[in-house]
């Protein structure tokens, strides 16, 4: 446990669920030392922040490279806004950020209305031809092999998720107004 204690200072993992009961916070902090947070900031508490938090001094990284780490979100069937809110508070950001999740393209086919293609909170629009998706499939050999069923109910509880990253040049996208709750 200290080996695997030791991995996890190196990348570092925040979480947060609402719904968390408390032996599932206790498992994800003492086994899997994953830093719970707290507060609910739907998506607007920049990784740095995270850092202050959990004790980290603001100039301490978790990787030997100088630069901004990689950060990755794990957010598949989270509501549109929240993906906004995460690009948001990581504009400057975005290059070094990675989202398995709900597909940006898949939003923009399936947005027709003009109030919502030009909502000045809705990064997602904004970022979209700065984003690369990678789609996510999962396929077995054959229909009636376990393998294959399993792998295919996946596919479809997953069917919209890609692995999106970001473009050098989204810092030349115009940063989305910040949205707060009516």
């Not at 957010?75 to 995460?86: A, F, I, K, S």
């Not at 990581?90 to 999740?101: D, M, N, P, R, V």
């Not at 030009?118 to 629009?125: K, Q, S, V, W, Y």
Request: glycine content about 4%; overall charge negative; hydrophobic content about 30%.
């Amino acid at each position: 446990q200290d080996i695997f204690k030791r991995e996890q200072d190196k990348v570092p993992i925040y979480y947060y669920e609402p719904c968390i009961l408390p032996l599932e916070r206790e498992l994800l902090e003492t086994v899997f030392h994953v830093v719970v947070l707290e507060n609910n900031e739907f998506g607007k508490l920049h990784l740095q922040s995270m850092r202050q938090q959990d004790g980290e001094k603001a100039s301490k990284t978790t990787t030997v490279s100088k630069s901004v780490p990689k950060s990755l979100f794990y957010m598949p069937h989270c509501p549109m806004r929240l993906y906004c809110n995460v690009l948001w508070s990581h504009w400057e950001t975005l290059a070094s950020t990675i989202i398995y999740g709900n597909s940006f393209h898949s939003y923009d086919e399936r947005t027709v209305s003009a109030q919502g293609q030009n909502d000045p909170t809705n990064g997602i629009f904004r970022i979209i031809p700065c984003t690369n998706e990678i789609s996510f499939k999962l396929r077995g050999n054959k229909r009636g092999d376990e393998l294959y069923d399993a792998l295919n109910h996946l596919e479809t509880a997953f069917n919209d998720c890609n692995i999106i990253s970001f473009t050098a040049a989204s810092t030349d996208c115009p940063r989305p107004d910040e949205y707060f709750a009516p």
